[in-house]
């Protein structure tokens, strides 16, 4: 399950932590849309492709079918009163390491926290890794080697 009690996170956590255990399955090919929006660092681990100046934002983990079917599940959730939303203010980059006005960038992310109904959903559906993992493993696309720097 990847929300558990009163444990809150991102839908990047989610997407990302998604992407990593059907990697580590070993049972949805490489070439998988699964993965797009996502590249390998060098210890194999899944990370998000995020915008770089010059960089077309179709390939960033924002536009990936993992993340956009994610987010739009969320709406579901919330609307069914699944989930509860909590709205954070950041500053700065998760992932770089910023410099002057950039180091100022603001940006308002919301972290998901199950609801106790959703809980109660989401032990009834604990299978859902196995649903995932099976269509997903059926939808191949064309093999295309990315790579992405990766701050440290």
């Not at 809980?119 to 093999?143: I, P, Y």
Request: charged share 30%; with cysteine.
């Amino acid at each position: 399950m990847m929300l558990k009690g009163k444990q809150r996170k991102t839908l990047r956590q989610i997407a990302t932590q998604l992407v990593n255990q059907l990697a580590y399955r070993g049972e949805v090919s490489a070439d998988s849309d699964i993965f797009r929006g996502f590249a390998q660092d060098s210890s194999g681990y899944y990370r998000p492709i995020t915008k770089e100046p010059g960089m077309d934002r179709s390939v960033c983990y924002h536009a990936s079918p993992v993340y956009t079917s994610l987010r739009d599940g969320c709406a579901l959730l919330r609307e069914w009163d699944l989930i509860e939303l909590h709205h954070t203010e950041e500053f700065g980059s998760v992932d770089k390491n910023l410099v002057g006005s950039a180091s100022k960038l603001r940006r308002f992310v919301y972290q998901i926290e199950l609801r106790v109904k959703g809980e109660e959903v989401a032990e009834l559906w604990n299978d859902l890794d196995n649903f995932v993992s099976h269509k997903w493993s059926q939808r191949v696309r064309k093999s295309v080697k990315r790579s992405v720097a990766l701050a440290a």
